[in-house]
């Protein structure tokens, strides 16, 4: 009996007690003179670049995906081509005002909030000087990619902002540890799966964090357990959906087409022949796609994301023949009905021609990741003036007309961003790996060095994915190039100042 109550009294423990310090955070926050001077400039800031920008740009910016998510949200769809938490998160606010200005202004008003409880997070736990505190503060409050983001219908913004407060709470997990913070990043983490699949690889960065915690061996497996259950049944239940719906039980159809589209980037320079292939739908396919690049001109240059959307694309071609040949109802069950096969056509190819994946898909991948492409950011509503009439309605614009200051103007404004995250990219892994070497020259406290590591394991898993299974263009480089940026500033203070646990300065 006694080892029994003993034994919970250790599991209540479990629950109730963390490491404490001396400081909490939201009296760092209220009396500290220089996070009050930080407070007061970034509302100022915040405001007045939302109501410049607004006079400037009216009306939201659109894409191809934009009036995807609209439509989802407008018809209330259980599954969509893409995942349908933003298209939740647009009806919501749409209860709210229809306006979307409103929209808009919400998801800048959530970027900024993340960004300011990421950075006083950082001033908090990290002794800043004044000079790398002034220039963290500047990037992340006044970076001008932040109100063109979050002026597009689109799930970047959000994504982003989610992201960015995740993150941070990965960082209270090293430090200060609780179940409040482990819940909260758990369930932030789901909301970023069904915000966008691509939150698949996080769980790869949030168990680090949890393993780096300063608590039992409870929390740890629970918060493992958190992370890891929630994603695998979120998986589970959408394949059921989208059998229901479709009759193809597929995790992400997108996500099929996209293998099959980098695999046809090879293509060229390979012999794929049919006895390579496991399936006679994968031998069909083949035959179609050797058709298509023997009539191709040598001269033409596939874009990167071209066998996605052309209609000549040999996977559109396969597309319309099943759908043809087996007599399917509707564009989007066909779309789901060929993903199965496109899995299995680019995994063949792969398996059989890794080397010349690797030189034709992979490295020119990793070229594009360190300078992507501004893509949507080149132009406002990619130089139209018009929006369809899925945007005009949920948006209860008068006519289908959108105007700005200057449908361009905003290719020179951004233009220097790219090589910024470049520069960045090169300084973080450069610094961290002197920093990581020599910790003990500059006493680096473990959870400071844990967080360092943290960041690393971000920049490499991202990397990862990024280079094998993602489009890159900048939009998805944002919230890395936040992480990237403030850690390179964070390992030049090191370097600079030699780090010797020196309390946080003030003006």
Aim: glycine share 2%.
């Amino acid at each position: 009996m006694i080892s029994k109550l003993s034994w919970l009294k250790r599991l209540k423990d479990s629950f109730t007690n963390q490491p404490t310090d001396s400081e909490s955070f939201s009296r760092f926050l209220i009396k500290n003179d220089l996070n009050k001077k930080y407070l007061l400039i970034a509302t100022a800031g915040i405001f007045i670049q939302f109501i410049v920008f607004k006079l400037c740009y009216p009306f939201a910016s659109y894409f191809t995906d934009s009036y995807t998510y609209i439509d989802t949200a407008a018809n209330n769809y259980v599954i969509s081509v893409r995942p349908i938490g933003y298209s939740r998160f647009l009806s919501l606010v749409h209860r709210v005002n229809t306006s979307d200005t409103a929209l808009v202004f919400v998801q800048y008003l959530t970027i900024q909030l993340g960004v300011l409880y990421f950075f006083f997070t950082l001033r908090f736990f990290f002794p800043l000087g004044n000079s790398i505190s002034h220039m963290l503060f500047a990037f992340l409050i006044y970076n001008p990619i932040t109100i063109y983001l979050s002026n597009q219908v689109s799930s970047d913004p959000l994504f982003a902002s989610v992201s960015i407060i995740w993150f941070t709470l990965l960082i209270w997990l090293i430090f200060r540890p609780g179940w409040i913070h482990l819940l909260l990043m758990a369930a932030l983490l789901y909301l970023l799966f069904q915000i966008r699949f691509t939150a698949l690889y996080l769980p790869a960065v949030a168990i680090p964090a949890v393993l780096f915690s300063r608590r039992n061996w409870l929390f740890k497996v629970s918060g493992i357990i958190l992370v890891v259950a929630p994603m695998y049944l979120g998986m589970q239940h959408i394949k059921r959906l989208t059998q229901q719906d479709t009759g193809t039980a597929v995790f992400s159809a997108f996500g099929s087409w996209m293998a099959a589209n980098n695999a046809l980037q090879v293509y060229p320079h390979i012999s794929m022949q049919d006895k390579d292939l496991p399936t006679a739908d994968c031998k069909a396919l083949n035959k179609i796609v050797k058709q298509y690049f023997d009539t191709l001109p040598a001269s033409a240059k596939p874009g990167p994301d071209e066998f996605l959307w052309s209609a000549n694309s040999p996977l559109k071609t396969y597309m319309y023949q099943v759908q043809e040949q087996k007599k399917i109802d509707g564009y989007f069950r066909s779309w789901h009905a060929v993903a199965p096969v496109f899995t299995q056509y680019s995994n063949s190819l792969m398996l059989h021609h890794p080397l010349a994946y690797m030189r034709y898909f992979i490295l020119p991948n990793s070229r594009t990741f360190f300078l992507p492409s501004l893509e949507c950011f080149l132009s406002y509503n990619e130089k139209k003036n018009t929006v369809d009439s899925v945007a005009m309605k949920w948006f209860q614009y008068k006519s289908d007309r959108v105007t700005c200051v200057n449908k361009t103007v905003q290719a020179t404004l951004l233009a220097p961003i790219p090589w910024l995250w470049l520069l960045s990219n090169i300084v973080f892994c450069s610094g961290l790996l002197l920093v990581v070497i020599r910790a003990k020259r500059y006493k680096l406290s473990p959870q400071l060095l844990r967080t360092l590591i943290l960041a690393g394991t971000f920049w490499g898993v991202h990397l990862c994915f990024s280079i094998y299974a993602s489009t890159i263009v900048f939009r998805y480089q944002y919230f890395p190039m936040i992480v990237c940026v403030t850690f390179s500033l964070i390992l030049i203070n090191i370097l600079t100042t030699h780090y010797r646990h020196k309390p946080a300065s003030t003006m």
